[in-house]
């Protein structure tokens, strides 16, 4: 029998399905950041504060969930994964690689002995049926490594998921939405939907999901909205952060690019400056 993940189409950054959670291999509650004693709490120069409260304009969203990261520590409300992802064995996910800095959560990606060793977590105590996720993030330019930041089913069956921002594009000056499906009227699916931009810097994404409709933010603005009755996930999610290596081989063996410009630093990290939730407020 087929794998459901590859029937998944191959277009530019279609091949992401592959590579996220189809197996956690371990996901630790908690973490306390290895090198704390040397962790600064105290914000660094550029980035924007996180926002406080609800938000009153329709459909309206119940401030629920807000981190900051100032603090050394991960805490309870986040869970490091370890583990390999799956399709994709040519990265890691360890614990080691998730630290807190300077206000910033950083997923960092650095080879160890040889292999590549990436950071991601999960947001696990907060799934919800339907909400708004935002969060404002960076990332190093690498051709080797790639970002997700995707709402993941909290039952573990895989699909559906909402990707909210992802990319192969080692410049970091794209980055892909999608919807991923199973029905028994439309079987497996995505939509997709990609923007250019300059990812190295800050922005703030996030993603609006309701009853029908996905819609994707960035900065504040509405830029891509998918709507469908039966296509649009309704199980529990919770957010998941995460980065992973062997982004430039997936592109050359399928056809989708090349990688000869940004290079492959020894060291990348994605940065999380804030993580803001809301549940409806309808």
Known sequence: MVNP????SKRFFGWLNLLLLSVLVGIVPQATVS????CSSVASSGTKPAPVGNISTWPKWRQI??????????????GPYYGAPGGNSASWWDPSMVRLDGGKLQLRAQQVDGRWLTGGVSNFTRAQQYGKWEMRFRADKSDEISFHL????????????????ETVDGNRKSMSAFVHWNTPTDGFGQGQADITGDFSNWNTVGVEWGPGIVRGTLNGRVWTTFESATKVPATPMWLGLQTESGACARKVAWGVGSCPSAG??????????????YAPGW
């Open 65 to 78: 969930f807000i981190d900051n990261f100032d603090r050394c520590s991960l805490g309870g409300d986040w």
């Open 35 to 38: 090198a704390a004693s040397l």
């Open 264 to 277: 492959t630093p020894a060291v990348s990290n994605v940065e999380i400056d804030w993580v803001s939730v």
């Open 150 to 165: 995707l709402l993941w089913p909290k039952n573990e069956i895989w699909p559906p998921e909402i990707d909210i921002a």
């Open 5 to 8: 993940r590859q029937r998944v």
